[in-house]
C-alpha cells in the first residue's frame, strides 16, 4: 500500500500518533470500511430501520447483512466479514448477559458503548489491529427508537440517519436533503423504510435488484424482523423508493452509477 511519507513509521503500530496527532491504523481501518458494501440505518419517530447491499453471486448463496442481536434490537455492519461477525456474536452474548442479570431487554445505548470500548481497546496495544469493519445498532428499547453508529476507532454516536460502506456519500446527501424537509416527530417508520431504501438504491449499481437488498425494521410495540426488497409487502415500497430516488437525482444532477460492482472478498 502507499504511504504519504510523512506517515511512514507511524503506521506500523496503532499505539504510534504522527506528529499531527492521527492513529493511521485506525484510518486504514476506516478505509476498510468504507470498501464494504453499503449499509443504512434511517430513526423514525415509531421505530427504526437498518438496511444493507448484500453479495450475490451465481455459484454462492445470497450472505446476511442484517443481523437480529435481541428481540428489540438488529445490527448491520460494513467491511471485514469476519470482523464484523465477531463483533455481532460480542454483542448477542451481551444482550443475553443483561437480560440474564436483569430480567429485561438490554439498553441500545448501553449495548453500543460495550461493543465501542472492546473496539477501542484494539487501537490501545502493539501486535493488535483494529477492526475493519463499522457497525450500525437499530431498536427500541425502554426509552424508544435508537440509531447508535460505532466506528473502528471505538467511538460511539447516536444517529438520526447516517451511512457507512461504499458510496456512503452519496446516501448521505440524499438523507440529508430529505430530512430537512421531514418532521422528525412525524416520521413514520414507513417513511423511514421508504427513505432508506431511496438512499441504498443512489449508493448503489443501476443493475441492483431487490433480492439484494436485506432489510430489518422494528416499530414500538413489536419485535425486530428481517425481510427481503422482494418480498410482496416490501415491492411497493421498493418501487416508491425507485421514483423518489429517481426524482432526487434529476433534481441534485446526479448521474446515476455505472453499472459495475465494488465488492471484493471477504468484505460484507
Not at 230 to 246: C, H, Q, R, V
Request: proline share 4%; charged share 30%; net charge negative.
Amino acid at each position: 500500500m502507499f504511504r504519504p511519507e510523512q506517515f511512514a513509521g507511524y503506521d506500523r503500530s496503532t499505539i504510534l500518533f504522527s506528529p499531527d496527532g492521527r492513529i493511521i491504523q485506525v484510518e486504514y481501518a476506516r478505509k476498510a470500511m468504507q470498501r464494504g458494501t453499503i449499509s443504512i440505518g434511517v430513526a423514525a419517530s415509531n421505530g427504526v430501520v437498518l438496511l444493507g447491499k448484500r453479495k450475490m453471486d451465481d455459484l454462492i448463496l445470497p450472505n446476511k447483512k442484517i443481523f437480529q442481536i435481541d428481540e428489540h434490537v438488529g445490527s448491520v455492519f460494513s467491511g471485514y466479514s469476519a470482523d464484523g461477525r465477531y463483533l455481532v456474536s460480542y454483542a448477542r452474548e451481551r444482550a443475553q448477559v443483561y437480560r440474564f442479570i436483569y430480567n429485561e431487554p438490554v439498553d441500545i445505548e448501553y449495548l453500543g458503548q460495550d461493543i465501542a470500548s472492546l473496539m477501542h481497546t484494539y487501537t490501545q496495544f502493539g501486535g493488535a489491529r483494529p477492526f475493519g469493519c463499522g457497525l450500525i445498532l437499530g431498536g427500541v428499547d425502554l426509552l424508544g427508537p435508537k440509531l447508535i453508529y460505532v466506528d473502528p476507532g471505538g467511538a460511539m454516536m447516536r444517529w438520526v440517519a447516517g451511512a457507512i460502506g461504499y458510496n456512503k456519500e452519496r446516501a448521505e446527501r440524499y438523507l440529508r436533503d430529505t430530512l430537512k424537509e421531514v418532521d422528525l416527530s412525524k416520521l413514520d417508520i414507513r417513511d423511514a423504510i421508504v427513505m432508506g431504501l431511496a438512499a441504498l438504491i443512489l449508493a448503489s449499481p443501476q443493475d441492483l435488484k431487490p433480492v439484494e437488498i436485506e432489510l430489518g425494521f422494528i416499530k414500538s410495540g413489536e419485535k425486530f424482523v428481517i425481510k427481503t426488497a422482494d418480498l410482496e409487502d416490501i415491492k411497493p415500497l421498493y418501487e416508491e423508493a425507485k421514483t423518489k430516488a429517481s426524482e432526487w437525482a434529476k433534481k441534485a444532477g446526479e448521474e446515476s452509477m455505472e453499472e459495475g460492482s465494488e465488492e471484493e472478498e471477504g468484505m460484507v
